[in-house]
């Protein structure tokens, strides 16, 4: 169970006007302390044991949290590279949820259908048609690991060039970058290192400073056409945004 002050921390006032609820995340929270050791035991069942597991602890692996604990917990041992782990916890979580499907048109308590299932399986076409939902489920949850992880690494990413560039002027961030990741960047595909590095001297002085009466001086004394074509390359590049 979570100590008092976690417990005391998670209530919120119910919407019916009645004494404070626990959140769902707490209740989820509890039901896995509470159960994790049975938890534990269904995910490494095998066939006819994950049948008595059922029969004996229905109330508990019928649950809708049980339900949400193996999908969630199937998707963190992909994450970490744990397929075997996976694999397991996709098989046992496709058994709790096909007993609810099962249920759902009845409209009978899901613990009433666990032995109807397992009857279900003396035919080809029932054992046929939940290995075919275990890989259905098993193909998007490494899909969806896939997407998770690419999406956390873009925030990283993005974090760290945030705080690259707060830490330092551009011109000096941008040589922590790739080529790519600068190209990719620039909104003209233009390298602003290259660009940068092709500025005359009093220009390069400007945009290493950030000094913008230093960027006036130097227009007013360049050849008009050459400064424009010297500024238009670094709004391409990115090392100048106007507005």
């Known amino acids: 169970m979570l100590p008092r002050k976690e417990w005391l921390l998670c209530l919120q006032p119910c919407r019916c006007g009645s004494p404070p609820c626990p959140t769902s995340s707490c209740l989820y929270t509890m039901f896995k302390e509470d159960h994790q050791g049975i938890l534990d035991r269904f995910t490494h069942a095998d066939w006819s044991t994950s049948e008595a597991l059922l029969k004996e602890y229905g109330q508990i692996l019928m649950d809708d949290y049980a339900n949400s604990y193996y999908m969630l917990e199937a998707l963190n041992a992909e994450m970490k590279g744990d397929r075997p782990l996976m694999q397991k916890l996709v ?37 046929a048609a939940f290995e075919e939902g275990v890989r259905h489920f098993e193909k998007n949850l490494v899909q969806r690991a896939v997407d998770k992880r690419n999406e956390e690494a873009a925030k990283e990413k993005e974090a760290a060039a945030t ?19 600068r190209i990719k960047m620039s909104p003209g595909n233009l390298d602003p290192v290259e660009v940068f590095e092709s500025l005359p001297e009093k220009l390069q002085q400007c945009f290493k400073t950030g000094d913008i009466e230093l960027l006036k001086q130097v227009a007013e004394e360049m050849p008009e056409e050459e400064f424009e074509e010297h500024f238009q390359r670094t709004i391409d590049s990115g090392l100048w945004r106007p507005g």
């Open 91 to 127: 098989r046992q979580g496709q058994i709790l949820s096909q007993i609810h499907q099962l249920a759902a048109p009845m409209k009978r308590p899901p613990r009433d259908l666990v032995p109807r299932f397992f009857e279900r399986f003396d035919h080809e076409a029932s054992r």
């Open 163 to 181: 705080q690259g560039y707060e830490a330092k002027p551009l011109v000096e961030a941008m040589y922590d970058l790739s080529k790519e990741e």
